[in-house]
């Protein structure tokens, strides 16, 4: 049985409420955490599906119509930026192509995919072989 009904006091509530308080800052600072880390993800996805996509141009382009160099301009536009918008967030995302001989018969090719997100830099690079269709 209870003897004393008097309830909470005046400091227990508050104690209970900062220890609250704090909890839910921590529960709003991983929410925070992790839509970031999703938008990241996101646009990330996004870089390597740009890279597939001009990969997939120069593969499907003859052996003859490539020329080695870096920057050279095959499908996407290399160099300038492809903007896209995520979640109210405009990414700017370059291209960069560089294609160099290995053999005679072979070339490598790489698609550098360039894109700044708060202030840090990120790349994402593919690099496949073509070969002269004997």
């Not at 921590?26 to 646009?43: H, K």
């Not at 001989?101 to 072989?129: E, F, I, K």
Request: no cysteine; aromatic share 8%; hydrophobic share 45%.
């Amino acid at each position: 049985m209870w003897r004393n009904n008097r309830g909470f006091t005046l400091i227990e509530l508050l104690i209970a409420i900062f220890i609250l308080m704090f909890g839910m800052m921590a529960l709003l600072y991983t929410i925070s955490v992790a839509m970031s880390a999703n938008q990241q993800n996101v646009i990330r996805d996004e870089a390597v599906s740009v890279a597939a996509q001009q990969m997939s141009i120069i593969k499907s382009t003859p052996y003859t119509q490539l020329t080695t160099g870096e920057n050279v301009i095959i499908g996407l536009s290399t160099g300038s930026p492809l903007s896209r918008e995520f979640r109210n967030t405009a990414v700017g995302y370059t291209v960069t192509t560089k294609i160099r001989t290995v053999t005679t018969d072979t070339l490598s090719v790489q698609v550098l995919v360039t894109w700044s997100l708060r202030g840090r830099p990120y790349q994402h690079s593919v690099t496949s072989m073509v070969s002269r269709g004997v």
